[in-house]
Every structure is written in structure tokens, then in C-alpha cells.
């Protein structure tokens, strides 16, 4: 079964102590082992990918309105 996670990172937040290609990260998992994962620039595209992953269609998962960062 695969299942994808979003993490929604705080402005400026590192990783390993590197700066993200975005601040949406999605992992990846395939019967409950993590497979991968992405950043991603907009909570839309991250959105997109998710539902690609899993096999999906259908209305957006999450919404962010008015984003101040």
C-alpha cells in the first residue's frame, strides 16, 4: 500500500543543515517503509503529488490561505 506524509516546514528551517528546495515535504512510503521523498515550493504541488503517489484523484487535501512568509 503506499501513503504519502506532508510536512509543513517553518520559514527557513534546515535539513541536515542544509537549506530545502522547498518548504513542503512530502515522504513517500510503500507498505509502511519510507521510499523517498520531495520538497516542494507551493502546498499545491506537493498536494498534486500526493494524490499521484497514492493512486488518487479528487478534491485538494489541505488549503492555505493568505500565506505571509
Known sequence: MK????EI???????FGSRTG???FVQ???DEQ?????FFTTI???EQHMLKFE???GP???VEENESY
Open 9 to 15: 516546514l517553518e520559514p527557513g528551517e534546515k535539513i
Open 55 to 57: 493512486g488518487q484523484t
Open 3 to 6: 501513503r504519502a506524509t506532508l
Open 34 to 38: 519510507p521510499t523517498g521523498g520531495q
Open 22 to 24: 522547498g518548504r513542503y
Open 44 to 46: 499545491e504541488e506537493a
Open 28 to 30: 513517500e512510503f510503500v
Open 60 to 62: 485538494k487535501l489541505l
